[in-house]
C-alpha cells in the first residue's frame, strides 16, 4: 500500500493549508489513517488520528485549529490546518494501518513540507 502525500507549503502564521493524502495499491483494507509531523531535531509526533468510522483524535497542541477528514471511498485523509503557528512548521507524513489478505501493514507517505513563517 503507498501513500502519496501533497498540500504542503509556505503560509504566513494565522494562514492556513490543506494537506490530502490518498492510499493506493490492491486488495487491502486502512482501518485507521495518521497525520504525524516531525520537525528539526525533534521526535516524530501524532498530529491527529481518524478511524473508519470517522472518530478522530488530535494532539494537544492542534485541537481546535486543525481537522482531520476522511473519504473512504478514495482511501484518502484530508488535513485542514487553520490558524497556523510557528511552531507548527515541520514534515509531515501521512499513515495508515490496515490489514491485506488478512496480514497487518503500516504505511507511510514521502512527506510534505510545512513552513509557517511569523
Known amino acids: 500500500v503507498q501513500l502519496q502525500a501533497s498540500g504542503g507549503g509556505l503560509v504566513q502564521a494565522g494562514g492556513s493549508l490543506r494537506l490530502s493524502c490518498a492510499a493506493s495499491?490492491?486488495?487491502?483494507?486502512?482501518?485507521?489513517m495518521g497525520w504525524y509531523r516531525q520537525a528539526p531535531g525533534e521526535q516524530r509526533e501524532l498530529v491527529a488520528r481518524?478511524?473508519?468510522?470517522?472518530?478522530?483524535t488530535y494532539a494537544d497542541s492542534v485541537q481546535g485549529r486543525f481537522t482531520m477528514s476522511r473519504d473512504n471511498a478514495k482511501n484518502a485523509v484530508y488535513l485542514q490546518m487553520n490558524s497556523l503557528k510557528p511552531e507548527d512548521t515541520a514534515v509531515y507524513y501521512c499513515n495508515a494501518e490496515g490489514s491485506r489478505f488478512s496480514v497487518p501493514f503500516v504505511s507511510w507517505g514521502q512527506g510534505t513540507q510545512v513552513t509557517v513563517s511569523s
Open positions: 495499491g490492491r486488495f487491502f483494507k486502512i482501518d485507521v
Open positions: 481518524i478511524g473508519s468510522g470517522g472518530s478522530t
